[in-house]
């Protein structure tokens, strides 16, 4: 059984975001804001992870402290800013505007849009002569056009037999505008997500423990996205919690959606390796997809399937030539830069999505701890 451990760790995690993605739909159906859910998911989660912290960590507190210093918490600051609270306000603002399947079609693309930024900065070397590199260019390229045809061709709509039709006969169909704006926020999201993923090799000179750094941004991502909620809701009953299904929700999102989520999606790396846990990514958007259109009787859409279909077949074309990179590694110690494999990887722990990593842009073989 040790042998399938990992497997299962995986599909449970994809299963909990799968869930979350097509629970905080129903909940924002239901009139909570999106913005006032990140505050309680944050909230959450710093209260599971800040006791967790200081439990294991209780003998090393002031050093830890010492260790972080002013530019430290500066850069914490900001990519908690950038990757937690920027990040799921424009994600789960567009899953209200959207769709969950859609929403978790488009994570998919935080490994190609991290590859182009690591790029631009020199963290990602790219040699138009090497096969694996023309790779991770052409998947990158297949996830934007993916993408961009989830956004704007939704195409004709896809019945799959009487029954669909029968779920589907009632289905509120979201307004082109609604949708092209939710996909927007969806890649803002993404993007986000990956700009955080980069920031983190300049955090981690400054702080290396992943459990307290994740607490950290689940803390100041509190404040920061009730201050947000402050200034663009002033109204107090925006607040409001308005039913037992929708406090569950945001207790979910806390404790499993960033607690459990870490602890799963650290431990399969630390066993498997990032491109293992990355290859579970896409059975989200399955999972999300097909209980969506007969739970939440979300319309699908040529257009919006074969988008998916493009940016999970672009995912693993990436994937593909960053598995070269680990491999060159080996022989060219000297020339291989940061692993951007592990920053995808990491793109489904802690802070997001609940995520948080040490030096995501590392050796595969260097786990630090993302989820």
Known sequence: MEEYKPCAAMVVTQCIYAALALWSKAVFTGGMSPLVFVVYRQAVATIVLVPVVIAANRRKMKEMMGRLGMTGFSLVFVASLVGATVNQCLYYQGVNLGSSSM???????????????????????????????????????????????????????????????????????????????????????????????????????????PLALSAWMCLLSTLQSALLVAFLLPDPTAWRIHSLFDLSCCLFSGVFGSGVTFYLQSWSISVRGPLYSAMFNPLCTVITTVFAAAVLREELHVGSLLGAIAVIAGLYVVLWGKAGDGKRAGMEPEQHSEDLEKTSARSDSTVDVGSGIAEPLLAAGDDPTEK
């Open 103 to 209: 929403a978790t079609a488009m994570t998919n693309l935080i490994p190609a849009i991290t590859f182009v930024m690591a790029a631009s900065v020199g963290l990602e070397r790219v040699d138009v002569r090497r096969p694996r590199s023309l790779a991770k260019i052409l998947g990158t390229a297949v996830c934007v056009s993916g993408a961009m045809a989830m956004a704007f061709f939704k195409g004709p709509k896809l019945l799959l037999g009487d029954l669909h039709a029968l779920l589907l006969l009632h289905s509120p169909a979201a307004g082109g505008s609604r949708w092209v704006t939710g996909a927007l926020f969806l890649v803002g999201s993404s993007s986000c997500w990956s700009l955080w993923l980069i920031l983190q090799v300049p955090i981690c000179k400054s702080y290396v423990d």
